[in-house]
């Protein structure tokens, strides 16, 4: 029972567009969803967090948005560098179970 | 900075053999974690810990289990190692209050041969 789920296992977009991507979830009783980035060979750094009770979190050029009616959230790069070239993962967590439930992950190419 | 720390970037290990996976953080949290990364996967939890001594399953606990005896040490142990556990595996810590964030150490890659 899969209740993260990211549907694109890669995403490929030129230096300087808006990389946009997606994570839908089936719990709405989930509290947070965030963000991890992920380089080979290192473990996931936390990158973007939003609160189910807000709509829009931004930072620098990241930001996420939800949409808790069609339990769907996103993750906006602009503009995007070559840097941000990695997997990404989507992640819920609710009070209740005390623990992040992770999607798939969508790896991210960047071309220059 | 919060660091995590895993005891081997890279193991290679017999089927049937015992293995140990260590893994240390440095920020005094008082939760911590076990997942391993498999493509198209994700990552899934094995185990977690809220305290020393404590410990709760995750969403894949079998044939794994854990110890924390010291709150900054957290050991995944695979009792009799299998083809089938060959995976990244990832330990994370967090505060009490923000067990939301997650910190990650680099991952051990492990081969059951």
């Known amino acids: 029972d899969q209740q993260v789920k990211q549907n694109s296992p890669s995403l490929s977009v030129q230096e300087g567009r808006i990389s946009i991507l997606n994570c839908d979830y089936t719990n709405s009783m989930f509290d947070y969803f965030l963000w991890y980035k992920k380089y080979p060979a290192e473990g996931p750094t936390f990158l973007i967090s939003i609160s189910s009770i807000k709509d829009k979190n931004e930072d620098g050029r990241f930001t996420v948005f939800l949409n808790k009616s069609a339990k769907h959230l996103s993750l906006h790069i602009v503009p995007s560098q070559p840097g941000d070239s990695a997997v990404y993962f989507c992640?819920?967590?609710?009070?209740?179970?005390?623990?992040?439930?992770f999607g798939q992950g969508t790896r991210l190419t960047i071309n220059p | 900075d919060v660091k995590v720390t895993q005891s081997s970037r890279y193991l290679v290990k017999r089927t049937g053999e015992k293995v140990f996976l260590e893994c240390v953080q440095d920020?005094?949290?008082?939760?911590m974690f076990w997942y391993r990364q498999d493509p198209g996967l994700g990552l899934r939890l094995i185990y977690f810990?809220?305290?020393?001594?404590?410990?709760e399953k995750g969403d894949i606990p079998e044939g794994y289990s854990v110890s924390r005896e010291k709150k900054e040490r957290f050991s995944l142990i695979l009792e009799s190692a299998s083809t089938n556990q060959t995976s990244m595996y990832l330990c994370a810590s967090s505060t009490g209050t923000g067990v939301y964030e997650q910190y990650f150490g680099p991952g051990t890659r492990l081969t059951v041969t």
């Open positions: 810990s809220y305290d020393v001594k404590m410990k």
């Open positions: 920020m005094d949290h008082e939760n």
């Open positions: 992640a819920a967590f609710f009070q209740g179970a005390q623990k992040l439930v």
